[in-house]
């Protein structure tokens, strides 16, 4: 099974919501990442998990809150969300972070009114 | 400043032709090369991965090679379909990251 699964698909949430994409992945991967793709533009990174710990934030506001429950889990809490932060979430996960072969879920296509 | 840059940006051909999408990196100090196809509005999925220490990959009707001392990658695509169609996306893989080109959007007309 080589497959990343995000949850939900497509959420809209206003500006004083709070919200959750969750990604999951059954591998045995111990690195998950996010990123963050606006339209017609490359994927940026935003997080990266390595062994259920935080090791990389990109100069991410606070806005955007990482979890990483367990080895196959990794979430994405979101509140007080900007319309600009409208894009599609990609979750990725590889063997480990050393630059190994990443895999990524179909993504979550955001929109903040 | 690590910049990935891919030629070119759209591509339009006949159903049949062959073709190549070219891929440039400017930091030398790259783990592997990864190349993606993306179709509108969704997810990437991986089409071939280059380590570092290969020069060239094979699947299908895809190869991808690799050129460190150029910095430079390039995707064959053989008897191309309509359903290639699709964006492009090399990455160059580092450390803890991949850092993306801006993707060759490409149009197989049948």
């Known amino acids: 099974d080589t497959e990343v699964t995000q949850t939900p698909k497509h959420l809209v949430m206003g500006m004083t919501n709070k919200k959750s994409l969750k990604c999951e992945q059954h591998m045995g991967h111990r690195a998950m990442y996010w990123y963050k793709q606006k339209a017609k533009k490359p994927p940026e990174l935003m997080f990266v998990?390595?062994?259920?710990?935080?090791?990389i934030n990109e100069s991410v506001p606070s806005r955007f809150s990482p979890e990483c429950p367990n080895s196959s889990l990794l979430n994405l809490h979101l509140h007080a969300l900007q319309p600009e932060d409208s894009a599609l979430y990609l979750c990725?996960?590889?063997?480990?972070?050393?630059?190994?072969?990443?895999?990524f879920g179909p993504g979550t296509r955001l929109t903040v009114t | 400043k690590q910049e990935v840059t891919q030629i070119p940006a759209a591509l339009s051909v006949p159903e049949g032709e062959n073709l190549v999408l070219n891929c440039s990196f400017t930091?030398?100090?790259?783990?592997?090369l990864q190349w993606f196809r993306q179709d509108p509005g969704k997810g990437l999925t991986s089409l071939l991965l280059i380590q570092s220490s290969q020069r060239e990959q094979t699947s299908g009707r895809l190869n991808a090679s690799l050129d460190k001392s150029s910095g430079r990658s390039t995707l064959y695509i053989a008897a191309s379909q309509p359903g290639d169609s699709a964006t492009y996306l090399c990455a160059r893989g580092g450390a803890n990251n991949l850092f993306f080109g801006t993707g060759t959007r490409l149009t197989v007309i049948p």
């Open positions: 998990y390595s062994y259920e710990k935080l090791s």
């Open positions: 990725a996960s590889s063997h480990t972070s050393g630059g190994g072969e990443q895999y």
């Open positions: 930091d030398s100090a790259i783990y592997n």
